[in-house]
């Protein structure tokens, strides 16, 4: 009896654990979301716009590709540096709808975690632009910086745009899957999306302007209002994670993605074995119970 009261007590306390630390990890999201948006939108305002930084910067480096460069390398820096952040090794670091979609597709993200967790990106985005917006006043509502919005060039119609968006995230969902089934190249994923990431930045910003994450547009267009083509931003890196990631099940049938967290390690930095498996067997901290957890209580 005293065996089946503890079973009782176990399956009625894992609901209640799971949606605590599903919607900890959500706030989570938030939380690195907006400081991503806040400094994506502090990098172009002083790079871009017009800043003492910006003015020191000799002529030949005020043309657009190579502010373009600083820009993706600095967001390349910040990006990696959240990841491996303590709130990104707990919460997965994912920051972009895209990425969690792909992590779920890939069996190690549970579905009960896919609509929580791009709310939180989502609403992290526009706290980030709001954030920045205070802190460096109405020079971030004015062109060049207007809240950092993505405008593709003019000659971008949102049928090219559509599959540069959805190509780009879907060439970094399957690098990134990749090396997350790989134990010793999972701790580089961190690096290697900043490095994809930044890239992006710098090769597609002056033509499709290289978003590749829907939070990163989603802010910066709600509060500037320039939302005529938010939903190529929103649905076509979706749509790239999602090829991407059948893509490289059906690539490497006998080798699984190891885990979510882009920091490639367990949340206490430990390095992932080389046990693949479905589900969360791999990495489950943070959405079951662990067996631990169990047989703690029954020894008592």
């Not at 590749?212 to 500037?224: E, K, M, T």
């Not at 320039?226 to 929103?234: D, I, S």
């Not at 367990?266 to 479905?278: E, I, K, Q, T, W």
């Amino acid at each position: 009896m005293r065996l089946f009261r503890i079973l009782i007590r176990h399956m009625t306390m894992r609901p209640r654990l799971q949606f605590g630390l599903l919607i900890r990890n959500s706030m989570l999201e938030l939380i690195l979301t907006s400081v991503l948006l806040f400094g994506v939108t502090t990098i172009v305002r002083f790079v871009v716009g017009p800043s003492p930084i910006s003015r020191a910067l000799p002529e030949i480096f005020l043309e657009i590709h190579v502010e373009l460069f600083i820009v993706g390398a600095l967001v390349a820096v910040l990006l990696a540096g959240l990841i491996i952040s303590r709130p990104g090794k707990i919460s997965g670091g994912h920051m972009n709808p895209a990425i969690s979609l792909a992590m779920w597709r890939f069996g190690v993200f549970p579905a009960a975690g896919i609509v929580p967790y791009i709310a939180a990106q989502l609403l992290g985005s526009v706290i980030g632009v709001l954030a920045a917006r205070a802190a460096w006043g109405a020079v971030v509502a004015r062109p060049p910086v207007l809240y950092a919005v993505i405008r593709p060039a003019p000659a971008w119609s949102p049928a090219p745009l559509f599959g540069a968006e959805l190509f780009g995230m879907g060439v970094i969902v399957f690098t990134v899957g990749y090396f997350l089934s790989i134990p010793r190249l999972a701790p580089l994923v961190p690096w290697l999306v900043g490095i994809l990431i930044g890239l992006g930045i710098a090769l597609l910003g002056t033509q499709s302007g290289g978003s590749l994450n829907p939070a990163r547009q989603f802010g910066p267009a709600v509060i500037s209002g320039h939302t005529a083509e938010l939903w190529v931003f929103l649905i076509a890196p979706m749509v790239g994670a999602e090829l991407a990631a059948r893509l490289l099940k059906a690539f490497r049938k006998r080798s699984e993605v190891l885990t979510h967290r882009l920091c490639g390690t367990r949340p206490d930095g430990g390095r992932l074995n080389g046990v693949s498996g479905s589900g969360f067997r791999v990495q489950s901290s943070e959405f079951r119970v662990q067996s631990s957890d169990f047989r703690f209580q029954s020894s008592k």
